[in-house]
């Protein structure tokens, strides 16, 4: 069991930074992938980025390529979303999530945080 506690959102201006940060409950956090997903209001849940379990391999969706970029850290079992250049399309509620699979579908993930928000104003 992994529970999920996601934080660091705000508003921001266009072309600002921001870090959101996911800390995770339990012993096995090391072995899991971890991914951020945004829902936007009347859109679906889309993926962000995904990290394997020993940090090594990372994806985007190339929306946000060469502008966040995932991290984690085993020792303090968190996992960042470090967001730069953001645009007002990157408005949404962000939510981390573990899984046993390096994949980019939401449903391929077991444990959800509750979510941040994230509002980047013109």
């Known amino acids: 069991q992994v529970q999920l506690v996601e934080s660091g959102g705000g508003l921001v201006q266009a072309g600002g930074s921001l870090r959101l940060s996911c800390a995770a409950s339990?012993?096995?956090?090391?072995?899991?992938?971890l991914a951020w997903f945004r829902q936007a209001p009347g859109k679906e849940r889309e993926f962000v980025a995904v990290?394997?379990?020993?940090?090594?391999?990372?994806s985007y969706a190339d929306s946000v390529k060469g502008r966040f970029t995932i991290s984690r850290d085993n020792t303090k079992n968190t996992v960042y979303l470090q967001m730069n250049s953001l645009k007002p399309e990157d408005t949404a509620v962000y939510y981390c999530?573990?899984?046993?699979?390096?994949?980019?579908?939401?449903?391929?993930?077991?444990?959800w945080g509750q979510g941040t928000q994230v509002t980047v104003s013109s």
């Open positions: 999530s573990a899984g046993r699979r390096y994949r980019m579908y939401a449903q391929e993930y077991d444990y």
């Open positions: 339990g012993r096995t956090f090391s072995t899991y992938t």
């Open positions: 990290i394997s379990a020993n940090g090594g391999i990372t």
